[in-house]
T-cell receptor, first 111, second 117 residues
Framework: DARVTQTPRHKVTEMGQEVTMRCQPI?????VFWYRQTMMQGLELLAY????????DSGMPKDRFSAEMPDATLATLKIQPSEPRDSAVYFC?????????FGPGTRLTVL | AQKITQTQPGMFVQEKEAVTLDCTYD???????LFWYKQPSSGEMIFLIY??????QNATEGRYSLNFQKARKSANLVISASQLGDSAMYFC??????????????FGQGTILTVHP
């Protein structure tokens, strides 16, 4: 049963530290998305890739966030430096046509 | 820009009964897709059902069906024969179908469904 995997599942860090979240999309999927979920804002799209090329990262704070896809099996989302307001659940999702399958998420807490 | 509105913050249903979760949308894209996801207390996002804007028939997946009324811009989720395991948050979402909008999901605020025994 193919699934999107994300690591780490939980991360607690201190303000100012770098955080890297990793995602392995489902093999064969050509689109990868990063979403953030908070109580206040709900689910928001941060960035997305098609065939490994970044298509849209307008939802991402550019000064501290960066998203990359170094190969077809790995997508990364990096925050440097992290701030308490970055505390959220970060989901990666992948898709091929209409469906979009989500990973289990990374719960990030920035103290 | 695309927008999803879910007007029901919470819904209650008796086990084995059917329930409808409301979703209305707004988009300027001529072609789009509508999705429903379930998020149980464990936090995972589970894909339930998809409806394309040009699909002639309403989508169905097991106990889930999507009541798509294009003129009213509504895409309600119907869950038949509710089970205790259906208790969760349900999100409606819309995606564009062309260019850089393709696949990008815009979510509603969600509806918490509680199934009573």
């Amino acid at each position: 049963d193919a699934r999107v995997t994300q690591t780490p599942r939980h991360k607690v860090t201190e303000m100012g530290q770098e955080v890297t979240m990793r995602c392995q999309p489902i093999l064969g999927h050509n689109t990868v998305f990063w979403y953030r979920q908070t109580m206040m804002q709900g689910l928001e799209l941060l960035a997305y890739f098609r065939n490994r090329a970044p298509l849209d990262d307008s939802g991402m704070p550019k000064d501290r966030f960066s998203a990359e896809m170094p190969d077809a099996t790995l997508a990364t989302l990096k925050i440097q430096p992290s701030e308490p307001r970055d505390s959220a659940v970060y989901f990666c999702a992948s898709g091929l046509r209409n469906e979009q399958f989500f990973g289990p998420g990374t719960r990030l807490t920035v103290l | 820009a695309q927008k999803i509105t879910q007007t029901q913050p919470g819904m209650f249903v008796q086990e084995k009964e059917a329930v409808t979760l409301d979703c209305t949308y707004d988009t300027s894209d001529p072609s789009y897709g509508l999705f429903w996801y379930k998020q149980p207390s464990s936090g995972e996002m589970i894909f339930l059902i998809y409806q394309g804007s040009y699909d002639q028939q309403n989508a169905t997946e097991g106990r889930y069906s999507l009541n798509f009324q294009k003129a009213r811009k509504s895409a309600n989720l119907v869950i038949s024969a509710s089970q205790l395991g259906d208790s969760a948050m349900y999100f409606c979402a819309i995606s564009g179908a062309g260019g850089t909008s393709y696949g990008k999901l815009t979510f509603g605020q969600g509806t918490i469904l509680t199934v009573h025994p």
